[in-house]
């Protein structure tokens, strides 16, 4: 399994403020893919956004992005306006094209202050 | 559309009996997963089916055997439970290996073994 490393254990962060989460991960793949799933208090396991590691754009959905650096292979998740909804863990996860496994980091409890 | 079921929710064993935790799809997909998430530690995969009629050894499936049952189903069973196995189960399917789609998770069964 690939190496994926997130060096927060927690964070806390102020409604309407920014966070972000880090996420790093080893491989000597050229080509993979990345996501950050987000884990609330329900269990749920929902997926938050997707990278693809040829595309040098990173992508972002609402008030989620990503500061993709592949040379240094980061992957960090960055939280816009941070609502109370937001509160959860968030997993980053790492997928290579030869055998498609997901290899989880061990997560970032998000905490959203009121 | 439910997705992902798992059955049961919630389970409580004692060490030496067996169990065998049910998963469901009805998104037609032919990718299907197991994986146990244990604090501190992310999800971490136990067994995988590719498509249906194939199954195969993920990064922790010492003490587990799987069937996929038909392309909709995906049975994970604990043969002799060990108080190691309390953990929380996740089931997740993909539409195809290919590509890095993003898989879909079940909600979880948390399995207690005493």
């Known amino acids: 399994a690939q190496t994926v490393t997130q060096s927060q254990p927690e964070m806390s962060v102020q409604e309407a403020e920014t966070v972000t989460l880090s996420c790093t991960y080893d491989?000597?793949?050229?080509?993979?893919?990345l996501f950050w799933y987000k884990q609330p208090p329900s269990r749920q396991m929902i997926l938050v956004i997707r990278?693809?590691?040829?595309?040098?754009q990173n992508a972002t959905e609402n008030r989620f992005s990503v500061n993709f650096q592949k040379a240094a292979k980061s992957f960090s998740l960055k939280i816009s306006d941070s609502q109370l909804g937001d509160t959860a863990m968030y997993f980053c996860?790492?997928?290579?094209?030869?055998?498609?496994?997901?290899?989880f980091g061990a997560g970032t409890t998000v905490t959203v202050r009121a | 559309n439910a997705g992902v079921t798992q059955t049961p929710k919630f389970q409580v064993l004692k060490t030496g009996q067996s169990m065998t935790l049910q998963c469901a799809q009805d998104?037609?997909?032919?990718?299907m997963y197991w994986y146990r998430q244990d604090p501190g530690m992310g999800l971490r995969l136990i067994y995988y089916?590719?498509?249906?009629?194939?199954?195969d050894k993920g990064e922790v499936p010492n003490g587990y055997n799987v069937s996929r049952l038909n392309k909709r189903e995906f049975s994970l069973r604990l043969e002799s439970a060990a108080p190691s196995q309390t953990s929380v189960y996740f089931c997740?399917?993909?539409?195809?290996?290919?590509?890095?789609?993003?898989?879909?998770f079940g909600d979880g069964t948390r399995l207690s073994i005493l």
């Open positions: 491989t000597s793949e050229n080509n993979y893919y």
């Open positions: 089916s590719a498509s249906e009629g194939t199954t």
């Open positions: 997740a399917s993909t539409p195809i290996r290919e590509g890095g789609q993003p898989q879909h």
């Open positions: 996860a790492f997928m290579t094209p030869n055998d498609y496994k997901l290899s």
């Open positions: 990278q693809e590691a040829y595309k040098q």
């Open positions: 998104m037609n997909h032919n990718s």
